[in-house]
């Protein structure tokens, strides 16, 4: 009765679990690294991410449930669920997505490998010549890294690091130790240092071979243990809990720099919240590393494929390789930046707005025109917020040449960014010294928006140019990241954005600002105003809808306004890329809701906002997310696009998103995805190729409503139509989603520990 019960309000719930919807993102990427159509260089990419991304999931979003559990606080998860049924529910799926990306691997991935021109192969696989090149890879550069540690009474239990590829070697002494009697086992750990490749390369005639280092490892760990005999040598690797941000520090005196330092030092010994292990294990490795870190079975994962597929990287990095994943064709020319208007950006910026659509269009004029103006002599200063950079970032390399040139230059570097810590305080660091004015974040928020501004004197008058968008400033990620920015010198925008540059950097308190709306003052609020006006138009009979495009949906308060409009007939369509805990095409709550998602050749990373407003709508653009986050713990700024041509481009956008049906996949009401199709007379449209090919008459031609805007493709959604069930799934017809189902073995619970990290 008690498991049913759980599945049970798991179905009730008018909202999807966090965790879980994260979770059945990774196995839309997993689906990518399924697919036949692909080469087998990007199917190794994309597992290559599932690897990554559940990494940072273990670390972030299991490591924030073991804050409430180890603290003994009460948690109830959007399902419904308390932290100790919820753990149990979460594990069980990550189990299963863990088992379907090893037999990914193993048996659609890897028996392709030989007619690609490469293997990857165990020591016993080799050739005579390529063990002796092997062993000498291991005498000259892996084992003067090795240090083996000995955990037993005399010795303390070492620090494992997170990440890191482990042995757990057990030997038995044979009478010659001083420190063991004849015949006692002992435990010795041996740590892989990270900064040594994931594989050994060997050319075999025409094929590469790649020897994962741990295979090379354990056949010389007998000149490690060298008058003992191993009776075991077991390869793990841990995940620490690296949930330690600051975002909701009430501390607004903190030292920001020092407290950032101090959760880096607090990452590498976290509590541990996962363990992968190879099959067949020792049961007395396990034993002690379980009660170590007070873990059960749920935490402990059996790899059977290769432990940390982020290695197959390395893959793809070799010289042989280069170039062999999907070609993405150059950028091409902005719709709103005609041929040779970058020569005099400064000129053209004056009478015209640009809108930028990364990847598809370059991230240069920006990164240009701030190149520029660090040598203009008419520039007087630069303002830019920064959350991640490039590495040898052309954006740091201008703003220090500014400083030289005697230009105020003043940065506000968000040293909260996850992962990104320790290079934007170096970063900043370099500024400072050339005498930028740095911030290092915002007192308790993380500063999350995307702006620049550079102010230049142009005889009597002071010009403000001002670049504003959702993603990044840094080159690398702009050509795999989908991101819409918009360059302006609009006399209102540069208000609105000095006004927000005076709040975050002093003390500030804007008057309204007149075309951004910005969190975490009142964008909820702005939001929830304007779905309401379309509540109104809807019940007066007006046309009425949204379209909304973003990273994560998960604000309670937000999804019951969607929910609220629903009810009262408002067309909503969704396009979230990751998280999303509404719950749509639910009778009585949000029929009218439709939520997809696209996940392919590129990471869609644009937030964009569209309302329609009885036939004048309203488009927005920013950095925030529908998310708790976004709107209290987080600096963020969207803006809205006025330029009727602007705007035209943006709706467009939309419009191309919601006509994609190659690479986009439909939530149903029970939360799980399925795969959208073309129906018969609907010709293929794959988004992340068909915006090489918009021009300006594509663009004029998208009414600023389209009936498509407000279509729901409900027989799709409820599984009768065109749809294609997605993962996960199993052979049985009509399986039913993991997450939705009890264990058949259930997760034993074994909780406790004092290890604890900040909650994010």
């Given at each position: 009765m008690k498991l049913?019960k759980s599945?049970?309000l798991?179905r ?9 919807s994260?979770?059945r993102?990774?196995?839309?990427v997993?689906?990518q690294?399924?697919?036949?159509g692909?080469?087998?260089f990007d199917?190794l990419r ?5 690897s990554?991304?559940l990494?940072?999931?273990f670390?972030?979003r299991?490591?924030?449930l073991y ?10 998860d ?5 932290e100790l ?7 069980d ?9 090893s037999?990914?691997y ?5 028996p ?6 490469f293997n990857?192969l165990k020591m ?6 390529e063990?002796k ?8 550069t892996?084992?003067p890294?090795?240090t083996p540690m ?5 010795h ?5 690091m997170?990440?890191m590829?482990?042995?757990g070697?057990?030997?038995?002494s ?32 025409d ?7 741990e ?18 040598a077991?390869l ?11 975002e909701?520090s009430d501390?607004?005196?903190v ?6 330092q101090?959760g880096l030092?607090t ?8 363990l992968?292990?190879?099959?067949n ?7 002690v590393?379980?009660e ?5 079975n ?7 494929s ?11 990095k070799h010289p ?7 070609k ?6 902005p ?8 020569d005099?950006?400064f000129e053209?910026l004056?009478t015209?707005?640009v809108?930028?659509h ?15 103006a660090?040598e ?14 490039a590495d ?15 230009k105020h ?13 320790e290079?934007?305080?170096r970063?900043?660091a ?5 005498g ?8 308790k ?18 010009t403000?140019y ?15 990241y ?9 006399d209102?925008y ?21 075309y ?9 609020q702005q939001?929830?105003?304007l ?5 109104r138009?809807?019940?007066k009979?007006?046309?009425s809808?949204?379209?909304m ?6 604000d309670r308060?937000m999804?019951?306004e969607?929910?609220?409009?629903s009810?009262?007939?408002?067309p ?5 890329r990751g ?9 009585g ?9 696209i996940?392919?050749d590129f ?12 036939g004048?709508p309203k488009?927005?653009?920013?950095s925030a997310?529908?998310?708790v ?10 803006f809205?696009?006025?330029n009727p041509?602007?705007k035209?481009?943006a709706?467009?956008?939309l ?6 049906n190659q ?5 149903r009401?029970?939360?799980a ?8 007379d609907?010709?293929?449209?794959n988004v ?7 021009n300006?008459?594509m663009?004029?031609?998208t009414?600023?409503?389209d009936?498509y ?10 599984g009768?139509g ?13 399986a ?7 264990p058949e ?10 290890e ?5």
């Amino acid at each position: 009765m008690k498991l049913f019960k759980s599945a049970d309000l798991i179905r009730k719930s008018k909202y999807i679990s966090r965790d879980l919807s994260w979770l059945r993102f990774n196995y839309r990427v997993l689906d990518q690294a399924k697919d036949a159509g692909r080469s087998l260089f990007d199917r190794l990419r994309f597992m290559a991410i599932t690897s990554s991304n559940l990494d940072e999931f273990f670390m972030i979003r299991v490591g924030s449930l073991y804050n409430y559990l180890d603290y003994g606080k009460e948690r109830v998860d959007y399902s419904g669920l308390r932290e100790l049924p919820f753990r149990r529910k979460l594990l069980d799926f990550a189990h299963r997505f863990v088992n379907d990306q090893s037999m990914t691997y193993l048996n659609e991935l890897k028996p392709l490998f030989e007619k690609n021109g490469f293997n990857v192969l165990k020591m016993a696989e080799l050739t005579e010549l390529e063990l002796k090149k092997a062993d000498g890879y291991f005498k000259n550069t892996i084992f003067p890294l090795l240090t083996p540690m000995v955990y037993d009474s005399y010795h303390g239990f070492p620090l494992m690091m997170n990440s890191m590829l482990i042995f757990g070697v057990v030997t038995r002494s044979g009478g010659g130790d001083a420190e063991a009697e004849k015949g006692q086992e002992r435990l010795t750990f041996v740590q892989i240092p990270q900064n040594l490749s994931r594989f050994f390369e060997l050319t075999r005639k025409d094929k590469v071979i790649f020897v994962p280092i741990e295979e090379i490892v354990r056949a010389n760990l007998p000149k490690l243990f060298r008058n003992v005999e191993i009776v075991s040598a077991d390869l793990f690797r841990i995940t620490r809990n690296g949930d330690f941000t600051l975002e909701e520090s009430d501390d607004i005196d903190v030292d920001f720099i020092k407290e950032i330092q101090l959760g880096l030092k607090t990452r590498k010994k976290g509590r541990v919240v996962r363990l992968e292990v190879e099959p067949n294990a020792s049961a007395a490795l396990t034993g002690v590393l379980k009660e170590r870190w007070n873990i059960d079975n749920g935490n402990v994962f059996v790899i059977n494929s290769l432990i940390d597929l982020k290695g197959l990287l390395q893959i793809l990095k070799h010289p042989n390789f280069r170039g062999k994943g999907a070609k993405m064709p150059a950028p091409v020319q902005p719709i709103s930046l005609p041929e040779g208007a970058e020569d005099n950006m400064f000129e053209y910026l004056k009478t015209h707005d640009v809108l930028l659509h990364h990847p598809y269009n370059s991230i240069e004029p920006v990164v240009a025109l701030l190149e520029k103006a660090a040598e203009d002599p008419h520039v007087l200063g630069i303002k830019q917020t920064i959350y991640r950079l490039a590495d040898d970032s052309r954006v740091t390399a201008a703003l220090l040449k500014a400083a030289e040139n005697g230009k105020h230059v003043s940065v506000l570097f968000e040293v909260k960014a996850r992962f990104d810590e320790e290079r934007n305080i170096r970063e900043g660091a370099k500024l400072e010294k050339a005498g930028c004015f740095v911030i290092y974040g915002v007192s308790k928020y993380k500063t999350h928006t995307k702006m620049l501004m550079i102010i230049r004197k142009e005889g009597e008058k002071v010009t403000r140019y001002v670049h504003i968008g959702s993603g990044n400033y840094n080159e690398q990620t702009s050509r795999i990241y989908t991101d819409v920015s918009m360059l302006t010198t609009n006399d209102v925008y540069g208000h609105d954005v000095s006004e927000f540059f005076n709040v975050i950097t002093g003390h500030s308190q804007p008057d309204d600002y007149e075309y951004l709306i910005t969190a975490p003052k009142d964008m909820r609020q702005q939001l929830i105003s304007l779905i309401r006006e379309e509540v109104r138009n809807a019940k007066k009979g007006l046309p009425s809808g949204i379209v909304m495009k973003m990273n994560s949906l998960e604000d309670r308060e937000m999804m019951d306004e969607f929910y609220r409009a629903s009810k009262a007939g408002v067309p909503i369509r969704f396009i979230v890329r990751g998280i999303c805990c509404l719950r749509p095409g639910r009778p009585g709550l949000s029929e009218n809701i439709e939520v997809r998602s696209i996940v392919g050749d590129f990471l869609e990373h644009s937030r964009m906002f569209y309302f329609h407003q009885a036939g004048d709508p309203k488009v927005y653009a920013g950095s925030a997310d529908l998310m708790v986050r976004s709107f209290d713990r987080r600096i963020e700024a969207l803006f809205l696009i006025v330029n009727p041509q602007l705007k035209r481009e943006a709706i467009n956008i939309l419009y191309f998103n919601l006509k994609d049906n190659q690479n986009t996949y439909l939530m149903r009401e029970d939360g799980a995805y399925i795969r959208r199709q073309p129906t018969e007379d609907e010709p293929a449209f794959n988004v992340h190729k068909e915006f090489y090919q918009r021009n300006y008459g594509m663009v004029a031609e998208t009414a600023l409503y389209d009936e498509y805007l407000c279509r729901a493709e409900v027989s799709a959604v409820r599984g009768t139509g065109d749809g294609q069930e997605s993962v996960p799934a199993d052979d049985r017809p009509n399986a039913p989603d993991p997450a939705d189902s009890e264990p058949e073995h259930p997760v034993p619970v074994d909780l406790g520990g004092e290890e604890l990290q900040l909650e994010a």
